[in-house]
C-alpha cells in the first residue's frame, strides 16, 4: 500500500534481505545500493524484507539443516542503524501461531526439490528444520527489545497486522503516511484487496510428490486445479502442532503487550480452529 503513494519510490525488487543473510551482505554495499539507484531520490524509499526484524545474522547457504548465524557480524539492528543512522522502521506483527503456520506453508511451497515431506507435519519440521526458522521468527519481545535499543521510539512504528492492517486499514494508512512525511490525504484503491494468492495445501502436497516423478508434472496446468479445490486442507495443520507453537508463544504476550504499550486480544494463538 506505499507503492502506489505519489510520495514514495520503490525498487522493483520488495525482499531484498541484504542484512538479514550473510551471504548476501558480503556481497558489499554497492550491491545492495544499486537495487536503488535508479529510483527518485527526492522521494521516500525504501525496501521490505522480513529478515530484518530477526537479531543475528544467519547464513542461509550452511550446508547442514541447522540455524547458524555469522558471530563475525554485528547484529542485524546493530548493521542497519549504523548504516542508516536516519532510517525509520515499520514493523508488522501478526499473531505468532497462524504467521508460523503461514511460514511453514511458504517453505513447502518453495521446497521444489522434495526433500521435506509434507507428510512430517509443521512440528516435525520445525523442530528438524530450525533453518527455516519457522519457530524462532516468532518470538517478537525478544527481537523488538534488541531494536528498541538502537532505534529512538519516533523512528519505529510497529502495527500488529489483524487489527490496523485487516480491520482498519483507513485508519492505518493516514498514519503509516504521517511517520513517513507522506501525504497523509493519499488514499489508494482497494486497500483491503489481497496482494498475493497463496497455494492451497493439497497443490503443495501434489507438487512434492509430482516432482519426484517429474519437475515437469509438477509444474503442469493439473496443479492449478489443485489451487482451485483444496480438498487436502484439513490435514495440513493438526492439534498438536497449534499446541506446540501456542505453548512456545503464549507466555510472551503479556510482556509483548507491555513492550507494545497496547492490548492484543486480537491474537487467539490458535485457541480457536481456523
Known amino acids: 500500500m506505499l507503492e502506489p503513494h505519489p ?8 525482499e531484498i534481505h541484504f542484512f538479514g543473510g550473510s551471504e548476501n551482505y558480503r556481497k558489499g554495499k554497492q550491491w545492495y545500493y544499486n537495487h536503488f539507484a535508479a529510483l527518485d531520490s527526492s522521494k521516500v524509499i525504501g525496501e521490505a524484507s522480513t529478515t530484518y526484524l530477526y537479531d543475528a545474522v544467519p547464513f542461509w547457504h550452511n550446508p547442514s539443516d541447522l540455524l547458524e548465524v555469522d558471530h563475525s557480524l554485528p547484529t542485524i539492528p546493530e548493521l542497519i542503524t549504523t548504516e542508516l ?3 525509520k522502521i515499520l514493523v508488522i506483527l501478526r ?3 497462524w504467521r508460523a503456520v503461514s511460514a511453514y506453508k511458504h517453505w513447502m511451497r518453495k521446497n521444489r526439490t522434495g526433500t521435506i515431506s509434507p507428510r512430517l507435519g509443521l512440528k516435525k519440521t520445525a523442530i ?3 533453518k527455516m526458522r519457522i519457530l524462532e521468527c ?3 519481545t525478544r527481537y523488538l527489545k534488541l531494536w528498541k535499543e538502537f532505534v529512538d521510539p519516533e523512528r519505529m512504528l510497529v502495527l500488529v497486522f489483524e487489527e490496523d ?5 483507513e485508519k492505518t494508512l493516514p498514519r503509516v503516511y504521517d511517520f513517513l512525511g507522506l501525504d497523509m490525504d493519499f488514499f489508494p484503491e482497494n486497500p483491503s484487496k489481497p496482494v498475493h494468492t497463496a497455494s492451497t495445501w493439497t497443490r503443495i502436497v501434489f507438487n512434492h510428490y509430482a516432482h519426484i516423478v517429474s519437475p515437469r508434472l509438477a509444474k503442469s496446468s493439473l496443479g492449478n486445479v489443485f489451487n482451485r479445490f483444496d480438498f487436502l ?3 495440513a495443520i493438526t492439534q498438536e502442532d497449534i499446541a506446540f507453537l501456542r505453548s512456545a508463544y503464549l507466555p510472551e504476550k503479556t510482556d509483548l503487550e507491555t513492550m507494545l504499550g497496547r492490548d492484543i486480544s486480537s491474537w487467539n494463538y490458535g485457541e480457536l480452529s481456523r
Open 85 to 87: 543512522p536516519d532510517i
Open 138 to 140: 516468532g518470538f517478537y
Open 95 to 97: 499473531d505468532p501461531v
Open 128 to 130: 528438524r528444520y530450525p
Open 233 to 235: 486442507k484439513s490435514s
Open 7 to 14: 510520495g514514495t519510490d520503490l525498487p522493483e525488487k520488495k
Open 165 to 169: 492492517v485487516v480491520k482498519s486499514p
